[in-house]
């Protein structure tokens, strides 16, 4: 496959639990954990904009792919190391709380 292949598809629920129509940005954040070079705390890796009617719910899908996942090694590669481990955030801002958690085996 290509490097622009999706490795993984993060998917999320949004609703709109105003009264009214309303628009939000959906925004992904990374953090890599483990890995042989020091990484940022979070970094934006996708973001949808989407209006939503009163009460309407939409589901939302990230798709990452080696870029998104990889960083840059001590010899500047940009590689996938086992045992590293990712959390990520869902939300309208950087301070989203809803996450989930992998590692690459």
Do not use: C, H, M
Request: net charge positive; hydrophobic share 40%; proline share 5%.
């Amino acid at each position: 496959g290509s490097r622009d292949e999706p490795l993984l598809r993060v998917k999320t629920r949004v609703r709109n639990t105003g009264p009214r129509e309303g628009t939000v940005v959906a925004q992904l954040y990374l953090r890599i954990q483990g890995a042989s070079t020091a990484q940022p705390v979070r970094q934006l890796v996708g973001f949808a904009r989407v209006t939503l009617a009163a009460g309407e719910a939409r589901e939302l899908e990230f798709p990452l792919g080696f870029e998104a996942l990889s960083f840059f090694d001590a010899r500047a590669r940009r590689v996938l190391e086992p045992g590293t481990r990712y959390t990520l955030w869902v939300g309208d801002s950087s301070a989203a709380t809803a996450s989930a958690t992998f590692s690459v085996t």
